[in-house]
C-alpha cells in the first residue's frame, strides 16, 4: 500500500531534550515536505527537500534541522525543542512536478 | 508568493441545509486547488482537487467545489449537510509552474452542523 509512515504518532517530551520524529515513503517520491499545524494558522510549511541531499527552508524552519540521505526517508529533528514547538506535525510526499500528495498521519508532539 | 484566505474561522448549518465553505487564493499563474478535510484527532483527508477543466469539480462525500479565476476563488459547498460533516476544512493552492511542489494552505475553518 502506498504511504507515508510518521513516527511516533504522540510524543510528550522536555524542554532541551533531544528529538527526531522520523517520515518514510514508499512510492519513490522525490519531495518530501514537513508541515506543523497550529490552531487558527492552519499548516505552515517547515522545510522541504527536492531530493536526496537537496532539502530547503519554509516558512517556519527555526528550531528545526531535517536530513535526506536515502530517497524514502525524510527526518524532522528538534535539537532542543521548546514549548513553542508543541503541535501536530505532517509529513508529505509528491513527485516532482505532479499534483498528488500523500500525508502521514501526523504526529502529536508535547513540548513541556 | 502564494497564499490562501478562509475569511470564516467557523461555519455554522443545520442538517439538510446547504452549506459552503470559502476559499480565495493568490498565486503566480494558473493554479492547482485543493480541499483537505481533517475529523477530530485525525490526519488530512483529501476532498477534492480542481487541476483544469470544468469549473465545477465534484468529490467524495458529496462535496463539490467551483473554480472561479476572476474571483480567485474556490469555495467548497454540499447540497444538503449532514452532521457527520462536522469538521476543520482546509483550502490549499500551488502554482501549475514554478513554485516547486510547495502546497500553501489556508488557516482552516471549522464546520458545526447541527440538528
Known amino acids: 500500500e502506498a504511504q507515508v509512515t510518521q513516527n511516533p504518532r504522540y510524543l510528550i517530551t522536555v524542554t532541551g531534550k533531544k528529538l527526531t520524529v522520523t517520515c518514510s515513503q514508499n512510492m519513490n517520491h522525490e519531495y518530501m515536505s514537513w508541515y506543523r499545524q497550529d490552531p487558527g494558522l492552519g499548516l505552515r510549511q517547515i522545510y522541504y527537500s527536492m531530493n536526496v541531499e537537496v532539502t530547503d527552508k519554509g516558512d517556519v524552519p527555526e528550531g528545526y534541522k531535517v536530513s535526506r540521505k536515502e530517497k524514502r526517508n525524510f527526518p524532522l529533528i528538534l535539537e532542543s525543542p521548546s514549548p513553542n514547538q508543541t503541535s501536530l506535525y505532517f509529513c508529505a510526499s509528491s513527485l516532482l512536478g505532479t499534483y498528488g500528495y500523500t500525508f502521514g498521519s501526523g504526529t502529536r508532539l508535547t513540548v513541556v | ?115
Open chain 2, 1 to 115: 508568493a502564494q497564499s490562501v484566505a478562509q475569511p470564516e474561522d467557523q461555519v455554522n448549518v443545520a442538517e439538510g441545509n446547504p452549506l459552503t465553505v470559502k476559499c480565495t487564493y493568490s498565486v503566480s499563474g494558473n493554479p492547482y486547488l485543493f480541499w483537505y478535510v481533517q475529523y477530530p484527532n485525525r490526519g488530512l483527508q483529501f476532498l477534492l482537487k480542481y487541476i483544469t477543466g470544468d469549473n465545477l469539480v465534484k468529490g467524495s462525500y458529496g462535496f463539490e467545489a467551483e473554480f472561479n479565476k476572476s474571483q480567485t476563488s474556490f469555495h467548497l459547498k454540499k447540497p444538503s449537510a449532514l452532521v457527520s460533516d462536522s469538521a476543520l476544512y482546509f483550502c490549499a493552492v500551488r502554482p501549475i509552474t514554478g513554485g516547486g511542489n510547495k502546497l500553501t494552505f489556508g488557516t482552516g475553518t471549522q464546520l458545526k452542523v447541527e440538528l
